[in-house]
């Protein structure tokens, strides 16, 4: 079973602070969606609107087609995972995943096979009789969210479910989340400000800045294509590099002086903004590169990774600048340095901080 989620205009304020700002969204049957903000930015107050433990202000939300936005939590058809397991202490595992569908009156043939059926799918069956005491953090996360499968519901709603568990737990489970979800189907709505998560686990990502959304779409199109500064900057570790610029056109051709005297030229491209207007230049760490450029700079640190160095530098200005290079990098603190910023890798921001000119094409520039 499984359900696309609309939400038309959606919009919620506590008292006179508006908190979510007039959000239209589709999720698709089956797909793995991902919201990802900064602290504060409504993600988490979305998804409890979606599964009806906040009210909305005004809006609709339909779920398979149906409004559901005026229906309470249980007769939506959805599970929610929280980033608190919220285990029953005093029952054993399998205690805990029948709990809820004796409740409502589930026959016990049905609760023995969709039980049975969640342990062999989250590979807890032989933690059955084990009490939440005694399981791992990694053991209780599986509980939790086979206590969801187990309702069968239309879809499934995660709130940062992850946050709780040590870094290398929470690569092995990510993984094995974006597994349970091939093996499910099922659609899934899952929080986080991880943007690592979102990047690694998402179908689509919704990024929400301030109780609105900046951009949807694709893991891949977001990185190579963000609609603005915000996107751009959130997503990717480390961050994008920003550098301020003006348009100046030499010979026809885009042109962007840089200060000091130098430029950078991006044949082929054009932005609708007259010669002097502010630009932002943006470059991601891993493309722009140490060799004969328009940008000076001087090492401060590195950090030396093994399968990469990442490189701190800073320009002449006193700004900031980082670089990404696979494997073991030479070069050391105190190193001046020429850095190359190579044309199909660069983003123009204008001074709004949106997007403009022609972006890079992923399929043609990114994939190696």
Not at 2 to 30: C, H, N, P, W, Y
Not at 238 to 257: H, T, W, Y
Not at 313 to 333: C, D, N, V
Request: proline residues 5%.
């Amino acid at each position: 079973m499984m359900a696309a989620i609309e939400l038309r205009d959606v919009r919620k304020s506590f008292q006179s602070l508006e908190v979510i700002r007039g959000i239209s969204l589709t999720v698709g049957e089956g797909a793995f969606t991902v919201f990802v903000g900064p602290s504060g930015c409504g993600k988490s107050t979305l998804l409890r609107m979606i599964a009806g433990l906040e009210e909305i202000g005004s809006g609709e939300i339909r779920i398979d087609g149906r409004r559901c936005d005026h229906l309470l939590p249980a007769a939506r058809g959805l599970a929610m995972v929280f980033q608190s397991y919220a285990l029953y202490p005093h029952m054993s595992v399998g205690q805990n995943l029948r709990f809820g569908l004796e409740n409502l009156k589930v026959p016990k043939a049905e609760i023995d096979a969709r039980v049975a059926r969640a342990a062999d799918i989250l590979e807890i069956s032989h933690l059955m009789k084990r009490r939440p005491s005694q399981l791992s953090g990694g053991q209780s996360q599986r509980v939790a969210i086979g206590r969801a499968i187990v309702k069968e519901p239309k879809a499934f709603l995660f709130d940062e479910p992850l946050s709780n568990l040590d870094a290398e737990l929470r690569v092995k489970m990510r993984g094995e989340l974006v597994a349970l979800h091939r093996r499910l189907g099922s659609t899934m709505v899952y929080v986080t400000h991880d943007q690592v998560e979102a990047m690694t686990m998402a179908d689509q990502i919704v990024v929400l800045r301030e109780g609105a959304v900046e951009q949807v779409g694709a893991p891949i199109d977001l990185y190579a294509r963000p609609a603005n500064q915000f996107v751009a900057g959130f997503l990717g570790a480390p961050q994008m590099n920003f550098v301020k610029s003006r348009i100046e056109r030499q010979d026809g051709c885009l042109g962007l002086a840089l200060g000091e005297g130098t430029s950078l030229v991006l044949p082929g491209r054009d932005v609708a903004l007259p010669d002097g207007a502010p630009v932002t230049i943006g470059i991601r760490p891993e493309h722009a590169e140490i060799g004969d450029g328009p940008l000076k700079a001087r090492v401060e640190t590195t950090e030396i990774l093994g399968s990469e160095t990442v490189i701190h530098a800073r320009l002449q200005s006193g700004q900031g600048f980082t670089l990404a290079r696979r494997g073991i990098s030479g070069a050391k603190a105190g190193d001046d340095v020429m850095l190359a910023l190579p044309a199909p890798f660069v983003h123009l921001f204008d001074e709004n901080g949106i997007a403009v000119g022609a972006t890079p094409d992923w399929r043609r520039d990114y994939v190696r």
